[in-house]
């Protein structure tokens, strides 16, 4: 069965960058479209990127959209999530998550987060 397993959080200032990455085990990452997701503090979760199984098909949420890049290497069964200029709404615990369906819903299979700060 399929796990994924998110790495690349951190602390960063404002305007830094960061990248996320998102490696599958037990299956092979090129079967599903894969999404980054993100919860700030007390708010819900939503969905921040999306890619499709062969990355052909890419989507952002409106306030990332410039700024942050998803791309995936099937070779290596990892996807990543390119975050620029920074800010610190960005600031949430950033899920990595496998569907079958593209943009992204529903999705099946989540990994545990990693934890952005963005702050001076």
């Known amino acids: 069965q399929l796990q994924l397993v998110e790495s690349g959080g951190g602390l960063v200032q404002p305007g830094g960058s960061l990248r996320l990455s998102c490696a599958a085990s037990r299956s092979t990452l090129a079967y599903y479209t894969i999404g980054w997701f993100r919860q700030a503090p007390g708010k819900e979760r939503e969905g921040v990127s999306c890619?499709?199984?062969?990355?052909?098909?890419?989507n952002y949420e409106e306030s990332v959209k410039g700024r942050f890049t998803i791309s995936r290497d099937n070779a290596k069964n990892t996807v990543y999530l390119q975050m620029n200029s920074l800010k610190s709404e960005d600031t949430g615990v950033y899920y990595c998550a496998a569907g079958s369906y593209y943009p992204c819903i529903p999705m099946d299979t989540w990994g545990q987060g990693t934890l952005v700060t963005v702050s001076s």
């Open positions: 890619i499709s199984s062969s990355g052909g098909l890419t």
